[in-house]
Nanobody, 126 residues
């Protein structure tokens, strides 16, 4: 497992932007795929975006395609989620997660990740 720490959440008006960061203190981060998930009160945790260990492949939920961009900088052991055109329905607690399994089918499922951060709150006002 790796230890992950999210940051960058906050309160923003609809249409605004935020960039979330997911930092890891361990070099093993380089070999882990990273996913971003979110959970609103009373709702299940849902997939937002994911990126392969090399950064060559990215995956997005339909609800965020064209607005959010996932990236990573392995030299800094950090993954990012750039969120533009935020909507009130994007309000949630955002988590990053990581795992080092092979393949790509697993990125969409929170149960497939062995490491999680504590979450960072994103609130979008209308």
């Amino acid at each position: 497992q790796v230890r992950l720490v999210e940051s960058g959440g906050g309160l923003v008006q609809a249409g605004g932007s935020l960039r979330l960061s997911c930092a890891c203190s361990q070099r093993a981060f380089h070999s882990h795929g990273v996913g971003w998930f979110r959970q609103a009160p009373g709702k299940e945790r849902e997939f937002v975006a994911a990126i392969s260990w090399s950064g060559s492949s990215t995956y997005y939920a339909d609800s965020v395609k064209g607005r959010f961009t996932i990236s990573r900088d392995n030299a800094k052991n950090t993954a990012y989620l750039q969120m533009n055109g935020l909507k009130p329905e994007d309000t949630a607690l955002y988590f990053c997660a990581a795992d080092d399994r092979m393949g790509s089918d697993w990125y969409y499922f929170p149960s497939e990740y062995h490491s999680w951060g504590q979450g960072t709150q994103v609130t979008v006002s209308s």
